[in-house]
């Protein structure tokens, strides 16, 4: 099996089998301590084999206008200089949850400008406040939020809980969800491509994202199919985030003005998760940043009697 199959290929059935777990972990490091250019060349190759599975008119890009996907964006079109594509082949998509930071905008605009490339965007399915209303708040992380939605009295819900420190969530009258992000971009973006007939969907996600997505490369690899909706692909799978930095530096592409204010996402600006754990928050840098957009925000929305209940810093000195 060559190299780039096995990082395509995930775990599978084998989580038991401690040897091939092993050497699934080793294969991770050993990817994500290859140099840059070797990477870049890998990724371009992962990017061909989805273009050469599905065709030009069945992949897109899930374009959120971050480091990230500007990173793999910007693959994307050298992959279509080398093919010698006389027009830009791959859609890109844009899942407008209308409360993005103001340089997400602006960064999408400048790449349309600047590369004469179009990006289609969706709209939420429903209002932010309405799906904060219905099922609860963006908190914690998705897993949690899950498990406390699902599993909230299972035994496996309290001990994982109380392992990490947040037993009191099992007895909180507080909703917490991650309906959000299905309302908000997932569904609207998978609704957009099952109308095209979409099949494949570039991702730049990074296992060194979360320690889920990291389980997931594992389980899974960098280019598998789901149940429903379009075969995803993490052609930056193996890439750390001094990567991408390192790649923007080495081709003059520049990031949206958000990574220069202190926040390490893009994003939604009202999502709560990760907020109980960085220092400064989301919270405490849109205060910085942008008052008068935080104290209408957490104000409408809930977030400072709900974020004094939980412990969270809100931003409030």
């Given amino acids: 099996m060559t ?19 092993d050497a699934r972990i080793q294969l991770l ?11 870049v060349g890998k990724s371009m190759a992962i990017i061909m084999d989805a273009i050469r599975d599905h065709g030009w008119d069945r992949i897109y890009l899930a374009f959120s206008g971050g480091r990230d996907s500007a990173v793999l964006a910007h693959l994307i079109q050298r992959v279509e ?74 035994k496996a819900c309290g001990d994982y809980l109380r392992r990490i420190h947040l037993g009191h969530l099992l007895d909180t009258d507080i909703r917490i969800s991650r309906e959000c992000c299905f309302y908000l971009k997932h569904g609207p973006g998978e609704q957009w491509a099952k109308d095209r007939g979409q099949t494949a969907v570039l991702l730049g996600m990074r296992a060194t994202d979360s ?20 075969d995803r692909v993490w052609p930056l799978s193996f890439w750390t985030e001094a990567d991408v930095a390192a790649y923007h530096r080495e081709v003059g592409l520049p990031w949206a003005r958000l990574y220069d204010m202190g926040f390490t996402r893009n994003g939604c600006r009202i999502c709560g998760f990760g907020c109980h754990l960085a220092n400064p928050n989301k919270f ?27 412990g969270i810093r809100d931003g409030r000195k």
């Avoid at 490091?29 to 990477?39: D, I, N, S, Y």
């Avoid at 590369?115 to 992380?141: D, N, Q």
């Avoid at 889920?212 to 690899?221: F, H, K, L, T």
Wanted: overall charge positive; hydrophobic content about 35%.
């Fill in 284 to 310: 405490q840098l849109l205060a910085t940043h942008y008052p008068t957009f935080w104290e209408k925000a957490m104000t409408r929305f809930g977030y400072f009697d709900v974020c004094e209940k939980l």
């Fill in 29 to 39: 490091k050993e990817g994500q301590a290859m140099p840059l250019q070797v990477k």
């Fill in 81 to 154: 200089h080398i093919l010698r594509e006389p027009r830009p082949r791959v859609a890109y998509m844009f899942e407008d949850t209308t409360l993005e930071d103001p340089s997400t905008y602006e960064y999408i605009r400048w790449w349309e400008d600047t590369f004469g490339r179009y990006v289609a965007r969706t709209l939420p399915f429903k209002k932010p406040m309405a799906v904060i209303r219905e099922h609860g708040y963006p908190l914690y992380s998705k897993r949690i939020a899950y498990m406390l939605q699902s599993n909230r009295r299972s």
């Fill in 3 to 21: 190299t780039g199959m096995r990082y395509r290929l995930g775990l599978g059935n084998e989580w038991a089998d401690k040897a091939a777990l």
């Fill in 211 to 230: 320690r889920d997505r990291r389980r997931n490369w594992i389980a899974r690899g960098c280019y598998y199919p789901v149940k429903k909706g379009a």
